[in-house]
Nanobody, 118 residues
Framework: QVQLVESGGGLVQAGGSLRLSCAASRNPGAMGWYRQAPGKQRDWVAGITSNGRTNYADSVKGRFTISRDNAKNTVYLQMNSLKPEDTAVYYC???????????????WGQGTQVAVSS
């Protein structure tokens, strides 16, 4: 079992930046971030493999950057040029060792709120 603990959410004005962090209790496989706005389904935002290959949803490409520090079992999401439509609860996600993508999520964090005001 892997526990994920997120931090870094908050309230920011449009155009601003936030950095989310997610610490895992031990090193998983692929990691990533999902988000869920009120009344909507949970959507994938970004993913990163164990060796650092990244991919992004079209809605955040060019504005968000995912990275990971395997020595610290931590994944980050740097969010720049934030828009009101980025407002959501952001969930850290991890896959078991051996899974190369975050399309199948084995572990979820508790979520952290991000609110972007216009």
């Amino acid at each position: 079992q892997v526990q994920l603990v997120e931090s870094g959410g908050g309230l920011v004005q449009a155009g601003g930046s936030l950095r989310l962090s997610c610490a895992a209790s031990r090193n998983p496989g692929a990691m990533g971030w999902y988000r869920q706005a009120p009344g909507k389904q949970r959507d994938w935002v970004a993913g990163i493999t164990s060796n650092g290959r990244t991919n992004y949803a079209d809605s955040v490409k060019g504005r968000f950057t995912i990275s990971r520090d395997n020595a610290k079992n931590t994944v980050y999401l740097q969010m720049n040029s934030l828009k009101p439509e980025d407002t959501a609860v952001y969930y850290c996600a991890a896959a078991r060792i051996g899974r190369s993508t975050i399309s199948v999520v084995d572990y979820w964090g508790q979520g952290t709120q991000v609110a972007v005001s216009s």
